[in-house]
């Protein structure tokens, strides 16, 4: 399967602790996409990346999270200092550039903040 | 502020019937249009999309309408199945960038 792939799928940690998230894109895809999702929400976007160039976080995204795609291949999603309002479903997207492109999601990571 | 707003909030459809979820945008720089499906525990699957320079998309059972004057495009679910009940979540673009999406609507399809 060559879809996008998240990792880990859940994570339960302690409030004021740091997590890591992991994305693989589809190989050929140069544009990466991080969301949120709540329960009973659709998706929010958070930031993307077009290669390893980040080109937009949102204006909501708190200055605890940071995202680095460093070789314009995987990403990673920090949240440092975690909060209970951080519980939610992380998603990864990856499109191709070039016009409107359909966005392909990964299973996304669940996290809960203890 | 919610750019995409879906309606009816869930929907209870019989085996066999006609599933019609509507969305609105408010954005009209918006020009790319799909359709997510959601099951449980995993991640929005690409359904169908749509451009506003035609009105109507039919792929398999699944149809959008869309509507530009009105800033509204609706999926039309023929002959539903027990399988596709599911999230149904409506998004929007403009061009190749960040979507904005619905809250999700859910279907059910009994027997």
Same mark, same amino acid.
């Given at each position: 399967?060559?879809?996008v *792939?998240?990792?880990?799928?859940?994570k339960?940690?302690?409030? =004021?602790?740091n997590v890591?998230?992991?994305c693989d894109p589809? *190989? $050929?895809h140069?544009? !990466?996409?991080w969301?949120?999702q709540? !329960?009973g929400?659709?998706?929010e976007?958070l930031? &993307?990346?077009?290669?390893?160039a980040q !080109?937009?976080?949102s204006r +909501?995204l708190?200055?605890?999270f940071?995202? $680095?795609?460093?070789?314009? #291949?995987?990403?990673? +999603?920090e949240?440092?200092?975690?909060?209970?309002g951080?519980?939610?479903? &992380? +998603?990864?997207a990856?499109? +191709?550039?070039?016009?409107p492109?359909?966005?392909?999601? =990964?299973?996304?990571?669940?996290?809960?903040?203890? | 502020?919610?750019?995409v707003?879906?309606?009816?909030?869930?929907l209870?459809?019989?085996k =066999?019937?006609i599933?019609?979820i509507?969305?609105?945008y408010?954005?009209t720089?918006?020009?790319?249009f799909?359709?997510?499906?959601q099951?449980?525990?995993?991640?929005?699957?690409? !359904?169908?999309?749509?451009?506003p320079?035609?009105s109507?998309?039919?792929e398999?059972?699944f149809?959008? *309408?869309?509507?530009k004057?009105?800033?509204q495009?609706?999926?039309?679910i023929?002959? #539903?199945q027990?399988g596709? #009940?599911?999230? &149904?979540?409506?998004?929007?673009s403009? =061009?190749?960038?960040?979507?904005?999406?619905?809250?999700?609507?859910?279907?059910?399809?009994?027997?």
């Amino acid at each position: 399967d060559t879809g996008v *792939s998240q990792n880990p799928r859940h994570k339960i940690t302690k409030r =004021g602790q740091n997590v890591t998230f992991r994305c693989d894109p589809i *190989s $050929e895809h140069n544009r !990466l996409y991080w969301y949120r999702q709540t !329960l009973g929400q659709g998706p929010e976007f958070l930031t &993307y990346f077009q290669n390893e160039a980040q !080109l937009e976080k949102s204006r +909501l995204l708190s200055d605890r999270f940071s995202a $680095e795609r460093p070789k314009g #291949s995987f990403s990673t +999603l920090e949240i440092q200092r975690t909060e209970q309002g951080d519980s939610a479903m &992380y +998603l990864c997207a990856s499109s +191709l550039t070039g016009g409107p492109q359909p966005q392909h999601f =990964g299973d996304g990571t669940r996290l809960s903040i203890l | 502020q919610q750019q995409v707003k879906q309606s009816p909030q869930s929907l209870i459809v019989q085996k =066999g019937g006609i599933s019609i979820i509507n969305c609105a945008y408010e954005n009209t720089a918006f020009d790319y249009f799909p359709w997510y499906q959601q099951f449980p525990g995993k991640g929005p699957a690409l !359904l169908i999309a749509i451009r506003p320079d035609v009105s109507e998309k039919k792929e398999g059972r699944f149809t959008i *309408s869309f509507n530009k004057s009105a800033k509204q495009f609706s999926l039309h679910i023929m002959d #539903s199945q027990p399988g596709d #009940s599911a999230t &149904y979540v409506c998004a929007a673009s403009k =061009g190749n960038n960040r979507l904005a999406f619905g809250k999700g609507n859910q279907v059910v399809v009994i027997p």
